[in-house]
Structure formats: C-alpha cells, structure tokens
C-alpha cells in the first residue's frame, strides 16, 4: 500500500518558471490537501479538496493552482515561480469524518528551490 | 488570532525523563479534533495522538499521552520516558468541521525537541 505520493523530490526552478508538483493517494481518501513548510516553521494549508472537482483556498494560496480531477490525484501548479515559493511542499490525504478522529496521511515531501 | 500556538520553540530533555510540550488552541466549533504530529529531520510527518473535543478522558499512545484541559483550550503532549529517537520537530494541529462540512487542519509553529544522552 503506497499511501500518498509526491513528485518530484526536489526540484530546482529559475523565477518565472512553471512547474506541477504531483500528488496521488490510493486509499481513496475524499480530503486532500497541500501544504508548505518554510525553514523552521509549521505547515500552511496552499489549497485543499473535497472530493473530485471541488478545490478551495487555504491561507496561502497566491501564486498556486490545483486541479482534482479524479479522487487520486491532487496536482499543485507553480505559475511564476518566485524566491519566496521556495519551500518543502507537503501533499496530505484524510478520509471522511467518522465520528472518530482521523489523521491526516501526509507524503514524503517535495523540496522546491527557486533560484 | 492564531489557532494553534506553540510557545516553546526549542526544549531539551535528558534520556529517560518525562517532558511537556505546550499547546493551546483557538476555536469556537463545538465539535474539533487536536492531533500531535512527529517531523524527525529525515522531514517525514509521523501521527503520533488524537484527542477528540468530546472525549472525556486524556488520549494516550504508548509513551505518548495528550493532557487535554478544554476549558483552558490546551492539549499539551506529554512522552514518558525519553528516547534519543525521540529528538525531532513536533507539531500541534486542529481541525475543524463541525458546522462545515470539510476537514480542515491548523498547524502550529512546532517545537524543536532535543534529548540528551
């Protein structure tokens, strides 16, 4: 059982480049979501998703994009790429509320640097 | 107005002791889950607890037990006989959802736990 999974692991930009950072999850979690990590701080939430075509903002969402086509994937798209996107960027998955707690599944990470 | 708040941004315990960290929340739903997380510096983000707001007694995992005081809205993580491995970032977060339909998770800044030999 692979949980969730990031691509790439790292990845080197130049400012003004796009990228697709790719997320997939195979324990068909309705919730997904993407964070960012800067240097010693906690996570903030980029964009989150309900279920397949439904996507909202978190508290850092400018210079971002998400698509969610299919329950098992949650792509994050970089337009523009600037220095202070550069961050590790977390991909999380959870399923639907029981009643009971459930954790969030999080991804290996993806280290972006923008130079 | 933050939602978690981690106040300690670094502690240091000696191997085999208990140690406290701190958290305290913001929220006025009802209904909202606390977690503990463990980042050791490999980055990788391990669950450690849960404390649900209706739960009536304090959530333990092993060597990990959440002292949970809703009215003073803290949920501080208490390991129990400290490890080397435990040495690592830790992480409070929320999550909200009772008038919303959406998990929604809050982190806080963490704490830099550092055990000694």
């Known amino acids: 059982n692979a949980g969730v999974t990031q691509t790439p692991k790292f990845r080197i930009l130049k400012i003004g480049q796009s990228m697709t950072l790719q997320c997939t999850q195979d324990?068909?979690?309705?919730?997904m979501y993407w964070y960012r990590q800067d240097p010693g701080m906690g996570l903030k939430l980029i964009y989150y998703s309900v279920g397949a075509g439904i996507t909202d903002k978190g508290e850092v969402p400018n210079g971002y994009n998400v698509s969610r086509s299919t329950t098992e994937d949650f792509p994050l798209r970089l337009e523009l790429a600037a220095p202070s996107q550069t961050s590790v960027y977390f991909c999380?998955?959870?399923?639907?509320?029981?009643?009971?707690?459930?954790?969030?599944?999080f991804g290996p990470g993806t280290r972006l640097l923008v130079l | 107005a933050q939602k978690i708040t981690q106040t300690q941004p670094g502690m240091f315990v000696q191997e085999k002791e208990a140690v406290t960290l701190d958290c305290t929340y913001d929220t006025s739903d009802p209904s909202y889950g606390l977690f503990w997380y463990k980042q050791p510096s490999s980055g990788e983000m391990i669950f450690l607890i849960y404390?649900?707001?209706?739960?009536?007694q304090n959530a333990t995992e092993g060597r990990y037990s959440l002292n949970f005081q809703k009215a003073r809205k803290s949920a501080n993580l208490v390991i129990s006989a400290s490890q080397l491995g435990d040495s690592a970032m830790y992480f409070c977060a929320m999550r909200e959802g009772g008038r919303k339909n959406f998990n929604k998770f809050y982190f806080g800044s963490g704490t830099k736990l550092n055990v000694k030999p």
């Open positions: 324990m068909n979690h309705n919730y």
């Open positions: 404390q649900g707001s209706y739960d009536q």
């Open positions: 999380a998955s959870s399923p639907l509320r029981t009643g009971r707690g459930e954790t969030q599944y």
